[in-house]
């Protein structure tokens, strides 16, 4: 059996616009304004909450310590924020779910290994009605650890009864890329999310333009 596991943020979903909207509401609540922009940070949405804060704040000049004071005293307000309205602007990438489908009926297991909190990630995906499309979800807080460590990987693959010899992670950053080489597995970078056809440089075993193209490379890499 094949474990096709997917990272959240980035690969399965553009997720920034209601994480960029969380990290201003905080901004605004502490008289900043809007600090981040939800189109030329959008990549910074997807490294999560800290990131955006940390971005945040040291535009307002805040650095060293006291940055990561702000950073650590408003990330509960950001996940608070975040998850009153987690599903306002996000969307599954086009063809996301009918690759799932069709994955599935050639017998391939599906998973989700995100650095996003397990609960939130659990809360998104009922919200977008795909909850059922998954038969495991490893997130921040499952474990005492989070990617790039191979252990969530590992766990999501173990959950669906696989196995890493026949298993492939698909992802859109470089903590996936390492997640997965730490893992032994191969990995697919898509180029739609934050860093685009920049991911070629992590060198995957593959890069995915299209979903509609996604079951074709998972059956070459794992044949």
């Known amino acids: 059996m094949r474990s096709v596991i997917f990272d959240l ?25 809007e600090m981040l922009d939800p189109l030329t940070d959008a990549a910074t949405a997807f490294l999560g909450g800290r990131a955006m ?7 307002l000049g805040l650095e060293g310590t006291a940055l990561e004071q702000e950073v650590m005293r408003e990330i509960p307000v950001l996940l608070t924020y975040y998850e009153t309205a987690i599903d306002v602007h996000t969307e599954l990438y086009p063809g996301a779910l009918e690759a799932i489908g069709r994955l599935g ?17 659990d809360l998104l995906l009922c919200k977008l009605g795909v909850r059922d499309a998954f038969g495991s979800l490893v997130g ?13 990987l590992l766990e999501a693959v173990a959950r669906l009864g696989g196995v890493p010899e026949r298993a492939v992670l698909i992802g859109d950053t470089d903590t996936d890329r390492e997640t997965a080489r730490a893992a032994g597995m191969p990995c697919i970078l898509v180029t739609f999310g934050p860093g685009r056809r920049a991911v070629a440089a992590l060198e995957p075993e593959a890069l995915l333009e299209d979903y509609e193209d996604l079951p074709d490379l998972v059956a070459r890499l794992l044949p």
């Open 53 to 59: 804060l940390r971005l945040g704040f040291g535009r």
């Open 140 to 152: 921040a807080g499952t474990l005492p650890v989070r990617k790039p460590d191979p252990a969530p």
């Open 105 to 121: 009926s050639e017998g391939a297991a599906i998973g989700i290994c995100t650095n996003k909190p397990e609960g939130l990630a």
């Open 9 to 33: 943020d980035g690969t399965l979903a553009d997720t920034s616009g209601d994480l960029i909207e969380a990290a201003n509401a905080c901004f605004r609540a502490l008289g900043h304004g």
